[in-house]
């Protein structure tokens, strides 16, 4: 999510930033600054960049260890915990789905301020949404079973109505016009059709032109071929669903000739 997005929704909603004990956060971070060697150092920053959260705990622990240089230190911002680490870990689509859904849970948390609750984690996990939470009661379970369900029909990209693609997908042909078809198979993600065209998934079922579902035919029968040939790698079953699909493949092909 962009970091304007989050930053919006962390400090808009109290149960997104519980509250810390600063002496016990200063010890911790001391300590991992001190223990934690320079090669695992390097590897967490390559971590960083790779989900767009450059120097979010590598700088706090860098920050530690130049706690002797007072200039340095006190011109870099105290670590913060939680979700700030790793932030909200989905696309921007779904910001006014996690906004309406956090306004309940905040109504209801301020009119029952006993009630224990926080949230631990927020990410897409199999094309919808997830969100990892403790504490809380059945009406807050309502409101975030609800959310994740919800997301399964807006795209996470744009935010317009969208359905669950794939990177997975099979090519029909009927009426003598061809077809991709999403088979669920894949890397999944909950996308608008022209979302799912940007980024190359099967979105439900998309008309294709001829010469689009002549190459990706080839490019299957040849993934099939090579399969077929390496049969020790792979179970008995996947085995004989490969030779099935390259059937299938070597039938649509005959379209061609």
């Given at each position: 999510?962009?970091?304007?997005?989050?930053?919006?929704?962390?400090?808009?909603?109290?149960?997104?930033?519980?509250?810390?004990?600063?002496?016990?956060?200063?010890?911790?971070?001391?300590?991992?600054?001190?223990?934690?060697?320079?090669?695992?150092?390097?590897?967490?920053?390559?971590?960083?960049?790779?989900?767009?959260?450059?120097?979010?705990?590598?700088?706090?622990?860098?920050?530690?260890?130049?706690?002797?240089?007072?200039?340095?230190?006190?011109?870099?911002?105290?670590?913060?915990?939680?979700?700030?680490?790793?932030?909200?870990?989905c696309g921007n689509g779904w910001y006014s789905l996690l906004d309406d859904a956090f306004s309940k849970i905040q109504k209801?948390?301020?009119?029952?301020?006993?009630?224990?609750?926080?949230?631990?984690?927020?990410?897409?996990?199999?094309?919808?949404?997830?969100?990892?939470?403790?504490?809380?009661?059945?009406?807050?379970?309502?409101?975030?079973?609800?959310?994740?369900?919800?997301?399964?029909?807006?795209?996470?990209?744009?935010?317009?109505?969208?359905?669950?693609?794939?990177?997975?997908?099979?090519?029909?042909?009927?009426?003598?016009?061809?077809?991709?078809?999403?088979?669920?198979?894949?890397?999944?993600?909950?996308?608008?059709?022209?979302?799912?065209?940007?980024?190359?998934?099967?979105?439900?079922?998309?008309?294709?032109?001829?010469?689009?579902?002549?190459?990706?035919?080839?490019?299957?029968?040849?993934?099939?071929?090579?399969?077929?040939?390496?049969?020790?790698?792979?179970?008995?079953?996947?085995?004989?669903?490969?030779?099935?699909?390259?059937?299938?493949?070597?039938?649509?092909?005959?379209?061609?000739?």
């Open positions: 999510m962009d970091k304007k997005l989050e930053m919006r929704l962390l400090e808009k909603y109290k149960f997104l930033r519980p509250e810390q004990n600063p002496q016990d956060l200063e010890t911790n971070m001391e300590i991992m600054a001190k223990e934690i060697p320079k090669e695992k150092l390097n590897d967490l920053k390559d971590l960083e960049k790779e989900l767009g959260k450059e120097g979010v705990i590598s700088g706090t622990i860098e920050q530690y260890r130049n706690k002797n240089n007072p200039d340095i230190y006190e011109k870099q911002p105290k670590p913060i915990w939680d979700l700030k680490l790793f932030g909200i870990q209801h948390l301020d009119e029952n301020p006993d009630l224990d609750f926080g949230i631990e984690e927020i990410k897409e996990k199999y094309g919808t949404l997830r969100i990892y939470y403790y504490g809380g009661d059945d009406f807050i379970e309502n409101i975030i079973d609800h959310a994740e369900k919800k997301s399964a029909t807006v795209c996470e990209v744009c935010g317009h109505p969208g359905k669950l693609c794939s990177t997975g997908f099979d090519i029909k042909y009927e009426n003598g016009k061809f077809y991709k078809v999403s088979n669920g198979e894949g890397w999944l993600k909950t996308l608008c059709y022209e979302d799912a065209k940007k980024l190359g998934y099967a979105y439900s079922k998309t008309e294709i032109t001829r010469q689009e579902a002549y190459k990706l035919l080839r490019e299957m029968k040849l993934d099939y071929e090579k399969t077929l040939a390496d049969k020790s790698l792979w179970s008995s079953d996947y085995i004989e669903d490969v030779k099935k699909r390259l059937n299938e493949v070597n039938e649509l092909l005959t379209n061609f000739n």
